[in-house]
């Protein structure tokens, strides 16, 4: 079977013998404060060490909000050659036609301000040219990206995307259990 105990700084303190079922329901708890667990397994003469340690935080269904806490916008340089070769992350807000712009946005539970992983979040560029963009499930610290590829004039220098002062804003966050905080966070960029 398996035992379920609570991580509190390092120390264990037991909740409840799950038996043989995998999945555990713990009742009772505190919205917005986070619960960290660990479990044991166990049969008649011993038990395991413990599991890697998983925190939430609990928020009664309907109720949690999420929002964004920031937008960034780069691109991605490489460097080196070979083995040497290292791509970074570069945080600009001037582009050229024929740049790829990277937007990253920073989804977090509106009232504990902890990342929220698995959400994904709808974005606008607009400007002289309008672009929805819809972002990957957000990482465990609740980091989504997504790029726009602009388009370079021809040899003769027309077409490509148009130049100007563009706008990014949050039109939309989705993640399961929450609801989005309505705040439209935004930031610029320009094409020149």
């Not at 708890?29 to 925190?55: H, M, P, R, W």
């Not at 109720?63 to 600009?92: C, H, N, P």
């Amino acid at each position: 079977g398996y035992n379920v105990y609570y991580d509190q700084a390092g120390k264990s303190q037991f909740v409840a013998n799950a038996g043989n079922n995998i999945t555990y329901l713990d009742t009772g708890l505190t919205n917005g404060v986070e619960y960290c667990y660990k479990v044991t397994a166990y049969d008649a003469t011993c038990e395991s060490g413990f599991s890697n340690i998983l925190c939430a935080v609990p928020n009664n269904q309907g109720q949690a909000q999420v929002g964004v806490s920031k937008i960034e916008i780069g691109r991605y340089v490489t460097t080196g050659k070979g083995k040497d070769t290292v791509t970074t992350f570069e945080l600009t807000h001037q582009f050229n036609p024929g740049d790829g712009v990277v937007i990253r946005a920073y989804v977090v539970d509106a009232s504990t301000g902890l990342p929220v992983a698995n959400a994904t979040v709808d974005l606008l560029i607009s400007g002289p040219e309008s672009v929805p963009l819809t972002s990957q499930p957000s990482d465990t610290t609740g980091m989504v990206e997504v790029s726009w590829q602009t388009v370079a004039p021809n040899k003769r220098g027309q077409g490509g995307t148009t130049t100007g002062t563009y706008t990014v804003t949050v039109t939309n966050v989705t993640a399961t259990g929450y609801t989005w905080d309505g705040v439209t966070t935004s930031t610029t960029f320009t094409i020149q």
